[in-house]
């Protein structure tokens, strides 16, 4: 079935460090990509996402590509704030299954 | 605009006790779905609805039923909660098959 793996974590850089989350899936067709942010206490929301191959998603200074030869999601930021501290999940969709979550990846960002 | 909402935020049940979670939606989504998230386990689908009226099950239903009986509704029942069943659980519903998940902010339940 399909399948979402991510880096583990957890992440712990400093304010204004670069940030990359790891995102690899294995899909039958062609998914939709999503990465998904949940903040302390708090449901997830929607961070960004890409329907289609080389599709790039933004948001909040957040980017990832949809890139289909290394079936990958990467999550990135050029500097990250400590509001950024987070659980981020990468997930997939594929028709009308139901998305598929990777486990998340907790980052902390200290000043 | 209050989205996916969910109730209660927090319970406490003894091993056996029953109880249901209700989750509700004023965005006329047609999908519905619970979740439950564990450490390390990320989150987990349970049960999941198309449409009133129906329901299916997901990765992990077992000790859980659910009825969709309101478009709006979505409910959660524990018939003889266990240990095992200690979680987070969240609602999430979304308009179609390409649109993202809105999600409730989540029930902590505790079975002791």
């Known amino acids: 079935g399909d399948s979402v793996t991510q880096m583990e974590g957890p992440v712990t850089l400093s304010e204004e460090a670069c940030l990359t989350i790891?995102?690899?899936?294995?899909?039958?067709?062609?998914?939709?990509l999503f990465w998904y942010v949940q903040y302390p206490g708090e449901g997830l929301q929607l961070l960004l996402k890409?329907?289609?191959?080389?599709d790039k998603g933004s948001n909040k200074g957040f980017e990832a590509t949809y890139r289909k030869e290394t079936t990958s999601f990467h999550l990135e930021k050029g500097s990250v704030q400590v509001s950024d501290s987070a659980v981020y999940f990468c997930?997939?969709?594929?028709?009308?299954?139901?998305?598929?979550f990777g486990k998340g990846t907790r980052l902390s960002v200290i000043a | 605009n209050a989205g996916v909402t969910q109730t209660p935020k927090f319970r406490v049940l003894k091993t056996g006790q029953s109880m249901t979670l209700l989750c509700a939606q004023d965005?006329?989504?047609?999908?519905m779905y619970w979740y439950r998230q564990d450490p390390g386990m990320g989150l987990r689908l349970i049960h999941y609805s198309v449409g009133e009226g129906t329901t299916a099950k997901g990765e992990v239903p077992d000790g859980y039923n659910v009825s969709r009986l309101k478009k709006q509704n979505f409910l959660l029942g524990l018939e003889s909660a266990a240990p095992s069943q200690t979680s987070v659980y969240f609602c999430?519903?979304?308009?179609?098959?390409?649109?993202?998940?809105?999600f409730g902010n989540g029930t902590r339940l505790t079975v002791t």
């Open positions: 965005m006329n989504h047609e999908y």
């Open positions: 999430a519903s979304r308009s179609d098959s390409n649109s993202p998940l809105h």
């Open positions: 890409a329907t289609k191959a080389d």
């Open positions: 997930a997939l969709i594929t028709g009308n299954t139901p998305l598929v």
């Open positions: 790891n995102c690899t899936y294995t899909a039958t067709g062609y998914p939709s």
